[in-house]
């Protein structure tokens, strides 16, 4: 999976999924963990689509590092950060508040984007 379009096309069904798992008929599991988790693999795949030909781990890497920092961030609460927060779309990309648990999810997700690729990858080569 190297082309540009296939990782654009994995980015928006990776946002469909995402705000699919915020649905009022989802799981409350599926509700907690299943966002954090799709938003490090939309990381993956957004940097994936800027560097198709990056090899080995580091795509998965930096994306958990990116997604880690912006959890951080959530810590940090200055009234100017708080009023930008207070927008739906971008509490969507920032959060509100941060989770420990949040860093486990990221985790989850990128190993999970990173097999999904090498998975594609050989089903492709295969045919």
């Known amino acids: 999976m190297r082309s540009r379009w296939v990782y654009l096309v994995a980015c928006v069904a990776t ?3 995402g705000l699919a798992s915020r649905s009022r008929g ?12 799709l938003y490090a693999v939309l990381i993956y795949w957004m ?12 795509p998965a890497i930096a994306a958990w590092c990116v997604c880690a920092l912006i ?6 609460h200055p009234a100017w950060l708080d009023a930008v927060r207070a927008h739906r779309p971008v509490a969507l ?34 045919r």
């Open 15 to 17: 946002v469909a999924l």
């Open 26 to 37: 989802a799981p409350p599991f599926v509700v907690a963990y299943a966002g954090d988790a």
């Open 47 to 58: 940097l994936r689509l800027v560097w198709p030909r990056a090899s080995g781990w580091w």
């Open 71 to 76: 959890e951080a961030s959530q810590a940090w």
């Open 93 to 126: 990309v920032l959060g509100r508040g941060f989770l420990w648990s949040d860093l486990g999810c990221y985790a989850v997700g990128v190993v999970g984007a990173g097999m999904v690729e090498v998975g594609v990858g050989r089903w492709l080569g295969r």
